[in-house]
Every structure is written in C-alpha cells, then in structure tokens.
C-alpha cells in the first residue's frame, strides 16, 4: 500500500539553527500539505502545494521558515532560524487533487525538538 | 478564536460506555470530515458527510452532519480499548483546510 514518507522521524537541535524535513508523497498524488501539530491539538495548516505552486501559505511564519515543491513530487519544508516555539511535530499528507472532500493520507510525522 | 471548536478536549472512560464527541462552528462548510490519530502516527480519515443532516455510520460510529452544515457529531457506541486516540474534524473553507481542536479519547478495559 502506497504511503507518504518523511525523514527524519526525530530531529534535536538547538535555537538558531537550520532545519529541514523532506516529504514523498504518495505517487500521482496533485496536492500536497505541511502542517505543524502541538502534543494533543489539532494540526495547524502551513503550506498547501498544488503540483509545484503553493496555494495556501497565509499560516506560515515566512520570516523563518520556507517550503517548496520543485518539480511537483517531493517537498522540503525548512526552518532557520530556529526557535524554542517551533518544537512540534510537522506533518505531511497527500491528496489526489485537493479538494473539500479528498482524503488526505498523511506521513509518520518528523518530531522537532529545540533546545 | 478556533474556527472549529471540540468538545469535550479530554475523555476517560471504561469499556462498554457510550461517548458522544461535537465539533461546533459558527461558518457553514460544504462538507465535513472527521480523522482519528494515534500517538505517534498521522491522522487518519474515517468520514466526509456533505449533506445537512446526514448520517454515516462506521460500525460502531455514528456521524451526523448538522442540518445548517454548521456543526456534526461523532457518537461511539460500546467504546473499546482499540477507540483510544485523538479524534478530529476538519473542512476546507475557500483555500484554507482547518482541524478542528481535537478530543482526546481515552478508553480504560
């Protein structure tokens, strides 16, 4: 069964630093999310791809962090500098086209830390 | 200000009793979905209802979209150890998706 993949599961590093999650969503897949999830909340919506042009970005903290989508297949999302706020867990889903009632397929999740 | 608002946030209870779960909003959405996420893992899609007053049923889940598309409920009959995790709403209005605050249900054998 196809699955979305992101790397690294788990990621520590300390304030100030870059870094940086890679996303493969599932093949064929026209849309693609990046979302940042605190321990026990909803998913909050960073970025939305719709082949390599980002759709949706109003949620995203453009003065540290930045996501793209080359060639409409895999993404990376990245974060310099980093901040104590950001440790979460940054979550990557798939959709067929993106629309209301698409299902959405999401990834393991990369778990930040910042110290 | 959440657009999508959960109710309750925390649930214990034992095996066998009913729950009921609500995502409350004051916008009107074209549909509605609800995920369940355990810990660890990516939220999963269980339903999309996209008619006021639809009822879906998933064995034993009940959901139910409001009449004004404005709000839905999840309702868990003979809850069983296996149900425990984090439960979630979500819709999409204009190009933005949103989650709702989610509940986090936990069931005690």
């Known amino acids: 069964e196809a699955e979305v993949a992101q790397s690294p599961r788990y990621k520590i590093t300390e304030k100030s630093q870059a870094v940086a999650f890679w996303c493969d969503p599932i093949?064929?897949?026209?849309?693609l999310y990046w979302y940042r999830q605190i321990l026990g909340q909803g998913p909050e919506l960073l970025v939305q791809f719709q082949d390599e042009s980002v759709v949706d970005d109003s949620q995203l903290p453009k003065d540290r962090f930045s996501a793209e989508r080359l060639k409409g297949v895999d993404s990376t999302l990245k974060i310099q500098p980093a901040e104590l706020g950001d440790s979460a867990m940054y979550l990557c889903?798939?959709?067929?086209?993106?629309?209301?009632?698409?299902?959405?397929?999401f990834g393991p999740g990369t778990r930040l830390t910042v110290l | 200000t959440q657009l999508l608002e959960q109710s309750p946030q925390f649930l214990s209870i034992q095996e066998g009793e009913n729950l009921t779960v609500y995502c409350n909003s004051s916008?009107?959405?074209?549909?509605l979905q609800w995920y369940r996420q355990e810990p660890g893992e990516g939220p999963v899609l269980l339903v999309t209802v996209v008619t006021g007053g639809e009822v879906k049923k998933l064995k034993r889940l009940t959901f139910q979209f409001g009449d004004a598309r404005k709000d839905s409920s999840l309702h868990i009959t003979a809850a069983q150890p296996g149900d425990t995790g984090l439960y979630l709403c979500?819709?999409?209005?204009?190009?933005?998706?949103?989650f709702g605050t989610g509940t986090s249900l936990t069931v005690i054998p």
């Open positions: 916008s009107v959405f074209s549909s």
């Open positions: 889903a798939s959709s067929l086209v993106g629309s209301a009632t698409d299902t959405q397929y």
């Open positions: 979500a819709a999409r209005t204009g190009n933005q998706f949103y």
């Open positions: 093949s064929g897949h026209a849309t």
